[in-house]
Structure formats: structure tokens, C-alpha cells
């Protein structure tokens, strides 16, 4: 069974921060990079963070410096904390496996979390 659970969004102060946490279902995660995307409203979903099993991470450069991808393959969870937030930072966000899971010939996603940065 295919599971992805995101929370810990919100409304954020431009400047503020917040943490993302994401459970998955075992089957997916272990041994798996995983990475956070995100979908602001009329633009395409984006990768902006990801994070191979043995702890490498990759960041976009709109992101760079201010977000940290991390996990804990024990609860198999993955975290995003983001800092020096931006009105452009506004959207969803998704985590996932990179690439993303498929089920049934389509790329699945879980509901996401909506984090929104502004005054």
C-alpha cells in the first residue's frame, strides 16, 4: 500500500520559517531517495529538495541555503525545514520518491501541505 502523508504547513511571515514532515509508507522509502516538491498556483510542480538513503541532498538554487531536507529512515519520515521564507515560496508541497511513485502507470501523489508566506 502506497503511503504519503504531508503536514505542517501554514501561513508564514515573509522572512519566518517552518518545518514540513512527511510519513511514508515503508515500501517506499527505505532505500529510496526521497526529495520535497512543490505546485504554486498556475505554475508546474518543481523539485526543490531530495535526499538519497545514505544522506545526500540536493536543493534547487531558488531554495538554496534556506531549506534542509533531512530523514529518519527508523520512522520513516522525511523533513523539510525552511527559513528566510519568501512570498515566492508560497505553494504546495509534496514530498515523494525521486522519481515519483507510480501506481497503476501514474505518478502518485499524497495530498500535500499548502504553506503560505505572507504579511
Known amino acids: 500500500q502506497v503511503q504519503l502523508v504531508e503536514s505542517g504547513g501554514g501561513l508564514v511571515q515573509p522572512g519566518g520559517s517552518r518545518g514540513l514532515s512527511c510519513v511514508a509508507s515503508?515500501?517506499?522509502?527505505?532505500?529510496?531517495?526521497m526529495g520535497w516538491y512543490r505546485q504554486a498556483p498556475g505554475k508546474e510542480r518543481e523539485l526543490v529538495a531530495s535526499?538519497?538513503?545514505?544522506?545526500?541532498?540536493n536543493y534547487a538554487d531558488s531554495v538554496k541555503g534556506r531549506f534542509t531536507i533531512s530523514r529518519d529512515n527508523a520512522k520513516n519520515t522525511v523533513y523539510l525545514q525552511m527559513n528566510s521564507l519568501k512570498p515566492e515560496d508560497t505553494a504546495v508541497y509534496y514530498c515523494?520518491?525521486?522519481?515519483?511513485?507510480?501506481?497503476?502507470?501514474?505518478?502518485?501523489w499524497g495530498q500535500g501541505t499548502q504553506v503560505t508566506v505572507s504579511s
Open positions: 515503508v515500501s517506499i522509502i527505505r532505500f529510496t531517495p
Open positions: 535526499i538519497t538513503s545514505g544522506g545526500s541532498t
Open positions: 515523494n520518491t525521486r522519481p515519483p511513485v507510480r501506481v497503476r502507470g501514474y505518478d502518485y
